[in-house]
T-cell receptor, first 111, second 114 residues
Framework: GENVEQHPSTLSVQEGDSAVIKCTYS??????FPWYKQELGKRPQLIID?????GEKKDQRIAVTLNKTAKHFSLHITETQPEDSAVYFC??????????FGAGTTVTVRA | DTAVSQTPKYLVTQMGNDKSIKCEQN?????MYWYKQDSKKFLKIMFS???????INETVPNRFSPKSPDKAHLNLHINSLELGDSAVYFC?????????????FGPGTRLLVL
């Protein structure tokens, strides 16, 4: 099955700086990579996703990049704000449609 | 209007008891899931049902038994609760559209076993 590794496990950034979270996956057949954000005490929610036929996707201050050859994908948050503080999960979905989550990254934005 | 709902929201119980958590979705999705999130925040998939059929059954103790009476409901029954079962349990539902899957999570059930 798919194995997704996520780094770092914790990330502290100054407000206004950028945050980058990196994930690797093992199954070369994976073709869909969503990112979920979970605020403290809340449910995970999809914030952005990317398919394998696209190398980069941007939505306001967040962007995702995908390197299929290296089996890497990353989440970039620019101009971080306090409301970006949360746990972020990457995920990969192979052909069997069985979504595998990374272990999560706790992002803290310092004011 | 809630898309995915779970009851109860909090559950405090003694070791050895049997308890159930209920989940309902009104999104018309065919697939539903149960996840366990421990204190380290890791989201571990436990079960998945598609149109009332079990399609994912990860390595969980057989004290955990899912039941899907129809495709809008997926309940989780736990027998002989243990301390290590304390966690947040999330139900989710999903659909595939245009090669993308979005999982919609319920609010979670915070289970504390004493």
């Amino acid at each position: 099955g798919e194995n997704v590794e996520q780094h770092p496990s914790t990330l502290s950034v100054q407000e206004g700086d950028s945050a980058v979270i990196k994930c690797t996956y093992s199954d070369s057949a994976s073709n869909y990579f969503p990112w979920y954000k979970q605020e403290l005490g809340k449910r995970p929610q999809l914030i952005i996703d990317i398919r394998s036929n696209v190398g980069e996707k941007k939505d306001q201050r967040i962007a995702v990049t995908l390197n299929k050859t290296a089996k890497h994908f990353s989440l970039h948050i620019t101009e971080t704000q306090p409301e970006d503080s949360a746990v972020y999960f990457c995920a990969a979905v192979p052909n069997d449609y069985k979504l595998s989550f990374g272990a999560g990254t706790t992002v803290t934005v310092r004011a | 209007d809630t898309a995915v709902s779970q009851t109860p929201k909090y559950l405090v119980t003694q070791m050895g008891n049997d308890k159930s958590i209920k989940c309902e979705q009104n999104l018309g999705h065919d697939t539903m899931y149960w996840y366990k999130q421990d204190s380290k925040k890791f989201l571990k998939i436990m079960f998945s049902y598609n149109n009332k059929e079990l399609i994912i059954n990860e390595t969980v103790p057989n004290r955990f038994s899912p039941k899907s009476p129809d495709k809008a409901h997926l309940n989780l029954h736990i027998n002989s609760l243990e301390l290590g079962d304390s966690a947040v349990y999330f139900c989710a539902s999903s659909h595939w559209r245009g090669g993308k899957e979005t999982q919609y999570f319920g609010p979670g059930t915070r289970l504390l076993v004493l």
